[in-house]
């Protein structure tokens, strides 16, 4: 996970490799983890993967072409939040996305302890 950095996307954060290069990876399926505090019904979620995949798209990644999306939703409880994140970045991601600060937070975490680890 060391390969990864976190960029601010206007209240969003997302850990992107090689952000503009989508035409050099369009043979090969990328993943992205994404992790949202609310419940997978809620409109304001909703919008926010929309918005996300529209801005994806733009870039030249399509999901289901070049690019698959493995979202987790925490209901908007923060105890899911740590679960939910190790469960991502368990299934080792190219990128993370957390659509709230609190998301965010829950993804650190992890990343932070597998550092403290790796040092041993």
């Known amino acids: 996970m060391q390969r990864r950095s976190f960029l601010m996307l206007g209240g969003a954060a997302a850990a992107w490799p090689l952000a503009g290069r ?7 399926m990328r993943r992205i983890g994404a992790l949202f505090s609310t419940v ?13 995949r529209e801005g994806l798209q733009k870039l030249g990644w399509t999901e289901g072409r070049n690019l698959h999306i493995e979202y987790r939703w925490a209901g908007g409880s923060a105890e899911h939040m740590a679960p939910l994140a190790a469960e991502l970045i368990a299934a080792g ?10 998301a965010l937070i829950a993804l650190q975490r992890p990343r932070t302890s597998c550092r403290s680890c ?3």
């Open 22 to 28: 989508a035409q050099q990876h369009a043979q090969g």
């Open 118 to 120: 790796s040092r041993r």
């Open 40 to 52: 997978e019904t809620d409109p304001e979620g909703q919008a926010r993967a929309a918005a996300f």
């Open 93 to 102: 991601p190219e990128v993370l996305f957390a659509a709230a600060t609190t």
